[in-house]
């Protein structure tokens, strides 16, 4: 018995130490969600499988800084899900790869947090994925 709760502690403290959350802050209210998502802890692409409808929306809050650039793609599982990006000191422009429609955002302020925002009616299921891209002329990335 002692040797499987050591087996258990050596399995479980590793993978702690490895998966580090792009989450800050999540808040749930009656119809809302905001969950709010940075990139200097996890270089990772963020991804989430998730459901809207009826008059629940989601937004998730994504921090950047001047020149940082991110893909986000969406992807349909189920039903009709809208979904669009915004922020004042960012640029939105199309892209699109097979079932998956996209966005390519760039940071032009010297800092701001972008949202993407997600409902359905009367329901629908996505997949959100946001990829925080390498700087183009090698500057280190904010902190």
Known sequence: MFLRIIFLCLMIIPLQGCS??????????????????DFSRNKAPYENESEVGGEHMTFYKIL????????????????????????????????????????HVTVEDSEDIF???FSAHPYGRYKLTVEKLPRRNGEPDEQ
Do not use: C
């Open 20 to 37: 580090s959350s792009h989450v800050l802050f999540q808040r749930e209210g009656l119809s809302r969600n905001w969950i709010y998502i």
């Open 64 to 103: 950047g800084f001047e020149g940082d650039e991110f893909n986000v793609t969406v992807k349909t599982l189920e039903g009709e899900v809208s979904w669009g990006v915004m922020g004042d000191g960012v640029s939105v422009t199309a892209i699109s790869g097979g079932d998956d429609k996209g966005r």
């Open 115 to 117: 949202t993407v925002d």
